[in-house]
């Protein structure tokens, strides 16, 4: 009895908002509602991140800083022009088929190179031990690894994609077990440590 309406509940009040969730090998189709939600919130941070970059850069008072802030920069930007340019062809031109697929496979692929970029201020400027030392160059052959495998298994293993970015967002961050205790440089206080997290469209297998 209860189970019944709670389906139907669900379907009169929540079925507009959201879908019901798809089989792993399948993609999730957005509502409408979720299609504005996701280009509004994308879109809205695209400024505040050029902003913010460029603040880091002016800040910057040395070379290091500088390619720091500039990879940190374009990570972070790059994540939410190309999720708003894919959104908005999913949403608006979806008819664009071969479009929307390459798009969707970028919107995913950049989330690896953003949080390889999310390390880099930390990785460049703070001195690290012997073995800890290799993860300033092993994190980009994880993000280039997980571009691959989004490349030839798109939307195939989906927990095996959410485990790709945990292991990823989790893994870099040991290095802090073999990192020298020194204060961090002021305008880079506030990315140290990154420790990224999964993107949550991944977590709604959107």
């Known amino acids: 009895m209860f189970a019944p309406r709670l389906l139907d509940f669900q379907k009169t ?8 969730r798809v089989p792993a090998h399948r993609r999730y189709q957005p509502t ?20 913010g970059s460029s603040n880091l850069y002016f800040l910057s008072d040395d070379d290091w800083e500088t390619i720091s802030a500039w ?14 340019v894919f959104h908005t062809i999913s949403w608006k031109k979806r008819h664009l088929r071969a479009v929307e697929h390459c798009l969707h496979m970028s919107d995913r ?3 690896y190179f953003f949080i390889a970029a999310s390390y880099a201020p930390w ?3 703070r001195e690290l031990g012997p073995w ?5 160059w092993l994190v980009w052959i994880m993000a280039s690894v997980g ?8 939307e195939r293993y989906k927990l095996v994609e959410l485990l790709c970015y945990v292991v990823m967002g989790f893994f870099p961050a040991l290095v802090i077990l073999s990192m020298v205790a020194t204060e961090a440089e002021p305008s880079l ?18």
Do not use: D, Q
Not at 71 to 84: N, Q
């Open 13 to 20: 009040k929540y079925a507009r908002f959201m879908n019901h």
């Open 32 to 51: 409408e509602y979720e299609h504005a939600a996701n280009c509004a919130t994308h879109a809205l941070w695209i400024i505040p991140s050029i902003l």
């Open 71 to 84: 990879i940190y920069g374009l990570g972070l930007c790059g994540l939410f022009v190309v999720s708003t």
């Open 109 to 111: 692929m950049v989330i």
């Open 123 to 125: 990785l460049n400027l």
């Open 132 to 136: 800890a030392s290799h993860m300033r």
């Open 147 to 154: 571009t691959i495998y989004v490349f030839f298994f798109h």
């Open 189 to 206: 206080r506030l990315l140290t440590p990154p420790l990224m997290l999964p993107h949550p469209k991944l977590l709604l297998g959107t």
